[in-house]
């Protein structure tokens, strides 16, 4: 078996997979509900707080706050719960939260202060555009508010 494929599917979390390094790669609803919604684990990958260094994802990221001066300002979400931007953050492992950046955050970070030319020119834009939107989508609906 590849370090990538299932180990086996946890059967106390609804269908759960972990992979061969105890990696969860789907989590079935009752373990998301539980451990990502209403719990603290890492949003991505699962782990818990204690067990992995976290630094929590910023659901607006940093860049975004940067550029538009939004860090002091508030944000109304769909909860009715107001917040700052910069204190609206989910759980999320380094690891994790280090992929994010480096996978789609700078990725689109780059084609929107590289302007129109630049999202001409971007064929991965769709794939990576497609992955942030649904992230965004997720941490702005799916999860709880966070206690500020």
């Known amino acids: 078996m590849g370090s990538g494929e299932p180990r086996h599917v946890d059967p106390r979390s609804n269908a759960t997979v972990i992979d061969q390094n105890g990696k969860v790669i789907y989590f079935g609803l009752e373990r998301f509900v539980r451990d990502i919604c209403l719990g603290d684990c890492c949003f991505v990958c699962g782990a818990r707080p204690g067990n992995v ?70 064929r991965t834009l769709d794939r990576r555009a497609a992955g942030w939107t649904c992230w965004f989508m997720y941490s702005w609906h799916a999860l709880p508010a966070p206690s500020s």
Request: proline share 7%.
């Open 53 to 122: 260094p976290f630094n929590d994802e910023h659901v607006i990221p940093r860049w975004i706050l940067r550029r538009y001066n939004l860090f002091d300002r508030m944000i109304n979400l769909p909860n009715g719960t107001s917040l700052r931007y910069d204190r609206y953050t989910v759980p999320c492992c380094e690891a994790c939260n280090t992929l994010i950046g480096r996978m789609i955050e700078e990725p689109i970070r780059q084609i929107v202060e590289g302007g129109f030319d630049s999202v001409r020119h971007t």
